[in-house]
């Protein structure tokens, strides 16, 4: 009875703490991609998004190709999208497929969108309403080497269109992720993502030929998860991410020592690494009720920010498709807002 208190404790604390999250007015600087850095699916960011050992909550080759190679008799299909404010828009698709006898492929796909964008004049008087849209599409291809150790590689394909001045940008990506099973409560599990995910973008026709050629890259992110079992309805999830990122700023500068003692501006390439600490935890309160909560905790210019979420999923009693609705809240990464994501997963 005690442990039973226990836990209803603690999951209440992971699902109220996401209306008590204090104000923080520091932001997250906004690096190339960051769209696909948000999460996937209402199971996996209700839970912090602490998924990279998770195999329990699905098939998410987003959070770690290696999950891919998870043995099912179904295929499973998550279609989701997320209720954003500011003329955003956020949708994402994921499907699994078995490979026998020991493989499996799983393909996801992420679109980001923002309409009604006010376009100005330099004198000040409106132009046109503007839009932008960015893709990625993932493949992930993984090996269950043995039933304790999992193996996979994902390809990205990274698509940007921000403006019909602007040449679109395209990139591949790639994933790579093992994930290991200690024992029959605890696994654990370590990818590398992003690699070679790059923007470029040639705005010389709008800005003048300084800014052609531009190539902003991806933070590289290594991941080490953890997931454990307290129970035979209860899961909690572990994820420590060390991010490394680059962007350019424009620097003033002064020559002194010229007669005419000339300023003006250069662009210089900075380099800056950042951690986040991401946990999560899943409760079956019932056969057709799961709750589920989270919390992730990063770093960005000595600031440290505290981002909560929670959600739940409803089992609907259908035996065809064993369809499920999904549904998440949380913080966005920017604080500028919070975020609905909504989700109907079918096993087909």
């Known amino acids: 009875m005690v442990q ?31 769209f696909s850095r948000m999460g996937f699916s209402p199971r996996g960011m209700a839970m912090g998004n602490a998924l990279t050992a998770v195999e329990s909550e699905g098939i998410y080759g987003y959070y770690n190709p290696a999950l891919a190679a998870k043995p099912t ?18 949708h994402m698709i994921s499907s699994h497929f078995r490979l ?16 009604n964008i006010d376009g100005r004049s330099q004198s000040g008087y409106h132009t046109e309403y503007l839009s932008t849209t960015e893709l990625q599409l993932i493949g992930n291809f993984a090996i ?26 395209s990139s591949i990506g790639v994933d790579a992720g093992v994930r290991l099973q200690i024992s029959n409560d605890l696994a654990l599990a370590f990818t590398i993502k992003d690699l070679l995910s790059e923007q470029k973008l040639n705005t010389s026709d709008l800005y003048g030929a300084e800014s052609a050629g531009l190539t902003d890259r991806y933070p590289i992110r290594f991941h080490s998860g953890l997931s454990y079992n307290l129970a035979e309805n209860w899961l909690f999830g572990l994820d420590y991410e060390v991010r490394f990122q680059s962007e350019y700023v424009l620097l003033n500068v002064r020559d002194d020592n010229s007669t005419t ?9 900075q380099y800056s690494q950042s951690r986040f600490l991401r946990v999560g935890s899943r409760f079956n309160i019932h056969e057709r009720i799961t709750i589920r909560g989270g919390i992730q905790y990063f770093n960005y210019d000595d600031t440290y920010i505290f981002q909560p979420s929670a959600g739940f999923s409803l089992h609907l009693p259908y035996d065809r ?11 966005e990464p920017s604080l500028l807002s919070t975020m609905h994501v909504f989700a109907i997963r079918l096993n087909i």
């Not at 836990?7 to 992971?14: A, G, Y």
Request: proline share 5%.
């Open 73 to 90: 008799e179904s295929i499973q299909i998550d279609l989701s999208t997320a209720a954003l404010r500011f003329d955003r828009q956020l």
């Open 4 to 34: 039973n208190s226990n836990k209803s404790s603690i999951l209440c604390f992971l699902l109220l703490i996401v209306f008590a999250a204090p104000e923080l007015f520091a932001q997250p600087g906004g690096y190339a991609g960051s």
């Open 100 to 115: 026998p006898p020991s493989a499996g492929f799983s393909v996801s796909i992420i679109n980001a969108s923002v309409g």
């Open 144 to 169: 269950r080497f043995s039933e304790k150790v999992w193996g996979g590689v994902g390809l990205k394909y990274n698509f940007t269109n921000l403006h019909s001045e602007i040449p679109n940008s």
């Open 261 to 269: 003692k000339t300023s003006g501006t250069i662009r210089e390439k």
């Open 321 to 331: 498709f064993s369809p499920s609705i999904d549904y998440a809240i949380l913080r």
